[in-house]
């Protein structure tokens, strides 16, 4: 059984098209409508789709939960996720789900970034895309050229695996990713078409917003992963800098029998941010290591 998955908010005026053209590919299809205020979910409902309900808008991630949640239920042979907004070709699902049926790989992206694939976006998305997928791929330590796709096809080990994230907005496609590789999960990329022109607005936050929200993921999961590099590095350097303000202030003590108030509150300053971000990053790596024997063991 293939299911097609759908999270939707606030997307009337699309969410008929998107629905009756993957019910041609799927044997099923899910929506969860996260919350909308508008015809939603009695549109997609009307039109023989599951729907599922939350009484608020949580975000992309918690609806992602819920969609994986009811579809694994449901014994699948593969998962598929496409936005309600229009802008993924549901005609390319077959593409998306053969690598998962032919068995040679645990997840499928939909690439807009690979062979033949069609991007139609203005040139300022393009851009951020390609800076928010290269910080993307070093967070998550992955091959994957298209970090931030949405339309994808899951096993239901994958779905199962993919759960487990902590993302309830945009950060989701990332950290499912991450946890891909720290599963060891074969992911595949595919060419796909993605239009944004001509959409309705394809999305729900402004884009400096949305950059931000995929840029603390990206740092969240950089220091969660590597905490002595990246907290424990700079606090060293911190607190040798705060040695350093210290030994000048002694020094100017020591010839000229005064105290330079600034030198001090800045030699403080920085020995107490860098005692925070080494005791900071010591604190998380014995807890990463602590859970990850925990893992091992059961």
Request: glycine fraction near 8%; charged fraction near 20%; charge should be positive.
């Given at each position: 059984?293939?299911?097609?998955?759908?999270?939707?908010?606030?997307?009337?005026?699309t969410?008929?098209?998107?629905?009756?053209?993957?019910?041609?590919?799927?044997?099923?299809?899910?929506?969860?409508?996260?919350g909308?205020?508008?015809?939603?979910?009695?549109?997609?409902?009307?039109?023989?789709?599951?729907?599922?309900?939350?009484?608020?808008?949580?975000?992309?991630g918690?609806?992602?939960?819920?969609?994986?949640?009811?579809?694994?239920?449901?014994?699948?042979?593969?998962?598929?996720?496409?936005?309600?907004?229009?802008?993924?070709?549901?005609s390319?699902?077959?593409?998306?789900?053969?690598?998962?049926?032919?068995?040679?790989?645990?997840?499928?992206?939909?690439?807009?970034?690979?062979?033949?694939?069609?991007?139609?976006?203005?040139?300022?998305?393009?851009?951020?895309?390609?800076?928010i997928?290269?910080?993307?791929?070093?967070?998550?330590?992955?091959n994957?050229?298209?970090?931030?796709?949405?339309?994808?096809?899951?096993?239901?080990?994958?779905?199962?695996?993919?759960?487990?994230?902590?993302?309830?907005?945009?950060?989701?496609?990332?950290?499912?990713?991450?946890k891909?590789?720290e599963?060891?999960?074969k992911?595949?990329?595919?060419?796909?078409?993605v239009?944004?022109?001509?959409?309705?607005?394809?999305?729900?936050?402004?884009?400096?917003?949305?950059?931000?929200?995929?840029?603390?993921?990206?740092?969240?999961?950089?220091?969660?992963?590597?905490?002595?590099?990246?907290?424990?590095v700079?606090?060293?350097?911190?607190?040798?800098?705060?040695?350093?303000?210290?030994?000048?202030?002694?020094?100017?003590?020591?010839?000229?029998?005064?105290?330079?108030?600034?030198?001090?509150?800045?030699?403080?300053a920085f020995?107490?941010?860098?005692?925070?971000?080494?005791s900071?990053?010591?604190?998380?790596?014995?807890?990463?290591?602590?859970?990850?024997?925990?893992?091992?063991?059961?």
């Amino acid at each position: 059984m293939i299911i097609a998955g759908i999270p939707a908010y606030n997307e009337e005026k699309t969410i008929a098209r998107v629905v009756l053209q993957a019910q041609r590919y799927v044997d099923m299809v899910i929506v969860c409508d996260d919350g909308s205020t508008d015809l939603t979910a009695e549109i997609a409902e009307k039109l023989g789709a599951k729907v599922l309900r939350h009484e608020k808008n949580m975000g992309k991630g918690f609806a992602l939960k819920t969609l994986f949640a009811h579809a694994l239920k449901l014994d699948p042979t593969v998962i598929v996720t496409l936005d309600a907004d229009g802008q993924h070709d549901p005609s390319e699902i077959e593409k998306v789900v053969k690598p998962i049926i032919d068995g040679k790989a645990d997840l499928v992206i939909g690439s807009r970034f690979v062979g033949e694939s069609v991007l139609e976006a203005s040139l300022y998305r393009k851009m951020g895309l390609r800076v928010i997928n290269w910080l993307s791929r070093r967070a998550s330590r992955s091959n994957v050229v298209d970090t931030q796709s949405g339309f994808r096809a899951y096993s239901p080990k994958a779905a199962q695996t993919m759960s487990a994230y902590d993302s309830s907005g945009y950060g989701v496609e990332l950290e499912q990713l991450a946890k891909a590789t720290e599963n060891g999960l074969k992911v595949v990329e595919v060419p796909a078409t993605v239009r944004y022109k001509g959409l309705e607005k394809t999305s729900k936050k402004h884009p400096l917003t949305h950059g931000q929200e995929l840029i603390l993921t990206v740092l969240r999961l950089i220091v969660e992963e590597r905490p002595l590099v990246f907290l424990g590095v700079p606090g060293v350097f911190s607190l040798l800098t705060g040695v350093l303000f210290g030994l000048w202030m002694l020094q100017i003590y020591a010839l000229e029998g005064r105290i330079v108030t600034n030198i001090a509150l800045a030699s403080m300053a920085f020995v107490l941010i860098g005692f925070f971000m080494v005791s900071t990053a010591i604190t998380l790596y014995a807890l990463i290591r602590l859970l990850a024997k925990t893992k091992n063991s059961t």
